[in-house]
């Protein structure tokens, strides 16, 4: 296929590197300056996109996505597909297939998870929404950049999935680190405290594939002081979206909320910018009982 990859940042470069790697053309376009092996670099977006059957965006929110879906759908012909891989509100995933369907356009929201490792990898999990007739153009594309992928249903389901899914991960992520800090004070040794849990009904993935603790389980972000793997900022985004999405639906999610707040305050007002998200275990730790 000609492709058309505009936001080569963390996760859109490698993603775009292993398709031009499989053989595909790709032309990429970035407002910052990069160059990435068997990429053509376009000077705009709408070049990147012109003469593409599918056109990729990995870009950081929903605003930015209508912004380009305008660019880029003018330059795409009838017919083509426009695929994106973002994680941005399902208002703005559904207002972006809207646009492109008035111009004879195909589309797919598929945000991934499985982090910068897995965009290099090729191992990333696509959460996808759009017409089956769409997933199946692009299917071929997501078993090159990634190793699982679900079609989730209509127009924005990707995204819904993508919230709910982080959602999760958040307060689940602060759970276990809670847990960890109070096993400190209670003098409980935390390879004793992963050996149980781990096994027990305490079983999440914060614990056992990402486990906050610094030489506990699986190598991880807490083993390299919590350089991220997902850093605390994306959490609290994707945090926001649930909270935005719970908002428009009607859902009572107080757990979601109290988690967002949680990464509001450690990034925006103390020291977690910049940091992996698990780096909440040496915040409780430092923390007594309010």
């Known amino acids: ?15 775009a590197a292993n398709l031009a790697a499989a053989g595909h053309k790709v032309t990429g376009f970035d407002t910052a300056t990069v160059e990435l092996e068997g990429l ?37 012909a009838p017919g083509t597909t426009l695929l ?19 111009v004879g356009i195909q589309t797919v929201d598929a945000p991934v998870s499985g982090g910068i490792g897995g965009a290099a990898a090729g191992t990333l999990t696509f959460m996808a929404g759009g017409p089956t007739q769409a997933f ?5 594309l997501f078993d090159i950049m990634g190793q ?5 249903g209509d127009a924005g389901a990707g995204q819904a999935a993508k919230i709910c899914n982080n959602m999760i991960l958040g307060v689940s992520m602060i759970a276990t680190c809670e847990a960890f800090a109070l096993a400190d004070k209670l003098g409980l040794d935390r390879q004793k405290m992963f050996d149980v849990v781990s096994t027990s009904s305490g079983y999440s993935w914060s614990m056992n594939a990402y486990c906050p603790a610094p030489g506990v389980g699986p190598t991880s972000p807490a083993d390299n002081n919590y350089t991220p ?24 999610t107080p757990m979601g909320a109290l988690a967002q707040q ?26 007594g009982r309010d």
């Open 262 to 287: 949680l990464y509001t305050q450690f990034v925006e007002a103390e020291d977690g910018l910049g940091k992996d998200f698990s780096a909440m275990l040496p915040r409780f730790e430092n923390r």
């Open 229 to 252: 793997g997902f850093a605390a900022e994306l959490m609290l985004k994707d945090l926001r979206l649930s909270q935005q999405a719970a908002d428009g639906a009607d859902a009572d």
């Open 84 to 102: 994106d891989c973002s994680t941005v509100d399902v208002d703005s995933a559904r207002a972006v297939a809207d646009m492109a369907a008035q």
């Open 1 to 15: 296929m000609n492709i058309g990859f505009i936001g080569l940042g963390n996760m859109g470069g490698p993603m």
């Open 148 to 152: 699982k992928t679900v079609h989730c």
């Open 40 to 76: 053509a670099i376009a000077g705009t977006a709408a070049a990147a996109a012109t003469g593409a059957d599918v056109v990729i965006t990995m870009l950081p929110n929903g605003a930015i996505l209508r912004a380009v879906a305008e660019q880029v759908l003018a330059a795409m």
């Open 136 to 140: 199946e153009t692009v299917k071929p």
